[in-house]
């Protein structure tokens, strides 16, 4: 069942440069709080609550610093409020850095006016359900698509690793 989401300013509760989560791109991830679909088998349920730093206040600080190092921006949520992501993502673009959305939607359509605007290069969206595991696993409901124009594809299988 999709929640309803606020306008509430976004809020996150620290950041990091990481290499696993999306493909091929050194990655400059942010955790937004204030999730609002509180997945039962979440393993970030720290980010339920609304709270941490205000990202506007610290966003163009923090992006001046890395924009040289890294390929890509994500946003571990923040789709509560998607006017203000998505202006967030459009500073990004103007700079020539790859965005990415990780959401615990299950309605990839909330994001059309960024597909239209050819402002996500990555999305994951479902919500999390442990029997199905995460993204490494071939049974999840979670779907990680990369974007080219108004093209979907679904990379899934970048992420599950065979036994060798």
Known sequence: MEKTVSSSPL???GYAIVLQEVP???TLAFNISGC???CPD???KNLWNYDGRYIKEDFNNIFSKYKDYISCVCFMGGDQNINELYD????IKDNKIKTAVFSGTNNINKFQKFFDNNMLDYIKVGSFNKELGGLDHPETNQIMYKIFGH???NINSRFVH???
Do not use: A, F, G, V
């Not at 967030?88 to 500073?91: G, R, V």
């Open 36 to 38: 609002p679909y509180k």
């Open 88 to 91: 967030l993502c459009k500073s």
């Open 162 to 164: 065979t036994k060798m």
């Open 42 to 44: 979440c393993h970030s």
């Open 151 to 153: 093209k979907m594809t």
């Open 11 to 13: 809020k996150y509760q």
């Open 24 to 26: 091929d791109e050194i």
